[in-house]
């Protein structure tokens, strides 16, 4: 994993995600909503999650759900 966060952007924990009572996951970036999962592709992630051994490889998990949505030249508010 240490060759994947080179920059350990991923130690300031900039994603969130919550569960609604239905099953659908809302997944946050530094507290604005970037991507909705439903069905199975929730379960997937949810499952994941649960696999995850630590803080960070969560973070990367969902980092890469995310996709390619930051380049790195954007500005934080």
Known sequence: ?????????????????????????????YGKQVKI?????AEKFISKMNTAENEKEEQLIMAKLTGNFKRGNEKKS
Request: aromatic fraction near 12%; glycine fraction near 6%; proline fraction near 3%.
């Open 1 to 29: 994993m240490g060759n994947i966060d080179k920059r350990n952007r991923l130690d300031d924990t900039p994603f969130r995600y919550r569960v609604t009572k239905d099953n659908t996951i809302f997944l946050d970036y």
């Open 37 to 41: 999962l439903k069905g199975k592709e």
